[in-house]
């Protein structure tokens, strides 16, 4: 009996593509679904009904992935640490769009020792419709195996796309360029940045808009003044405190998270030097807990809720076929929120 894996390598594509061409998808290209169809009748290939049934009987699961490591630690361990407080506003707001247009979340535990592979099985098993995920990149080993499988997929702060995936992520550039440019119309020409790490997209896409609008002023940046740091707190504070061991001729400090920002606080404080009459801090992201730091952190807030949201909107899209195509990147923007941990330059009384 002629197998679908026989059309597959017949046809020159994956089982997923044989799959997608006998259930009507609109995805596929009209070359790749002529070259199967003829596949399937050199071949003489008869498809199971009752699993073409099952098939196109519509899941109504999205399942969810978050920060792919190697470590086992399930999912909800993760968001005990300060570092992913940002994820949880998207999780609720990914959650309340799910629910309201008739979907359920799953969660689908597997340690990344199991193979990629492995786990994607696991998603068709449970006749997953579509998958949110919530990575660093595409180095998780995960996403090549999703994308093969052409899963319906959308990235939240990735920019990977693929026959059936599509993103959803911030502004960062524009976001960082906004917070720099306002702090350089304050006044400040010396700004150090505790960017996030360097193997970070959102990280490395702030420091990019922070250079944006040092050029645009016609200021060079001083590299001694760049310094990189996890997104935790104990870091922001170690790295911000080496910094401040060494210089604190500048007067004005960008973090790369509201969390970074609390623990450079803390290395201010510690070295003297008071917020904002001596050094302005601003940051990102605009969690809750800015608003309630002594003094309230200036920061740039990301729209959790358009970007929650969109991304379920998206994938429904892509899973009920309502474009011939994955819909468009969206790339959400975000808005300064002015407090009281920065102020003008001629304001400040400087400890230089």
Same mark, same amino acid.
């Given at each position: 009996?002629? +197998? ?7 046809? =020159? ?10 259930? =009507? ?132 702060? !990735?920019?990977?796309? =693929? ?76 790295? +911000? ?17 509201? #969390? ?14 008071? #917020?904002?009459?001596?050094? !302005? ?24 809720? !358009? ?13 009920? =076929? ?19 941990? +920065? ?10």
């Amino acid at each position: 009996m002629v +197998t679908s894996e026989q059309v597959a390598q017949r046809a =020159g594509v994956s089982r997923a593509t044989v799959s997608r061409v006998i259930n =009507g998808s609109k995805y596929i290209r009209s070359d790749v679904k002529e070259r199967v169809l003829a596949a399937i009748t050199e071949l003489g290939y008869e498809p199971d009904m009752i699993a073409r049934n099952l098939v196109q009987r519509r899941s109504k699961v999205i399942a969810l992935s978050f920060f792919a490591d190697h470590n086992t630690a399930p999912f909800f361990a993760k968001f005990g640490h300060a570092t992913s407080y940002f994820y949880l506003d998207i999780l609720k707001n990914v959650e309340l769009e799910a629910v309201s247009s008739g979907y359920d979340l799953l969660m689908p535990f597997r340690p990344l020792d199991k193979s990629p592979e492995g786990y994607v099985r696991s998603l068709q098993t449970r006749r997953v419709a579509g998958s949110i995920m919530m990575v660093h990149g595409a180095q998780d080993p995960r996403v090549p195996a999703l994308l093969r499988a052409e899963l319906p997929i959308v990235f939240i702060d !990735s920019t990977i796309e =693929g026959p059936a995936a599509t993103y959803v992520k911030s502004d960062h550039i524009e976001s960082a360029r906004q917070l720099t440019a306002y702090l350089l119309e304050l006044g400040h020409r010396r700004i150090a940045f505790l960017a996030g790490l360097s193997t970070s997209l959102s990280g490395i896409e702030r420091m990019l808009g922070c250079h944006q609008a040092l050029a645009q002023a016609g200021i060079a940046l001083d590299g001694n003044l760049l310094r990189h740091s996890d997104w935790n707190m104990e870091d922001a504070y170690q790295t +911000t405190s080496a910094l401040l061991d060494e210089r604190h001729d500048f007067t004005a400090l960008v973090a790369a998270s509201d #969390v970074m920002a609390i623990g450079a606080l803390r290395a201010l404080n510690e070295h003297g030097l008071r #917020v904002p009459e001596d050094i !302005s801090l601003a940051s990102f992201d605009g969690i809750d807990f800015s608003e309630y730091t002594s003094p309230p952190l200036t920061t740039m807030c990301q729209d959790s809720q !358009s970007i929650g949201g969109g991304a379920v909107r998206r994938l429904i899209s892509i899973i009920e =076929g309502t474009d011939p195509q994955p819909p468009p990147p969206l790339l959400v923007p975000t808005h300064l929120v002015v407090r009281k941990s +920065t102020r003008p330059l001629s304001e400040n009384k400087l400890h230089l």
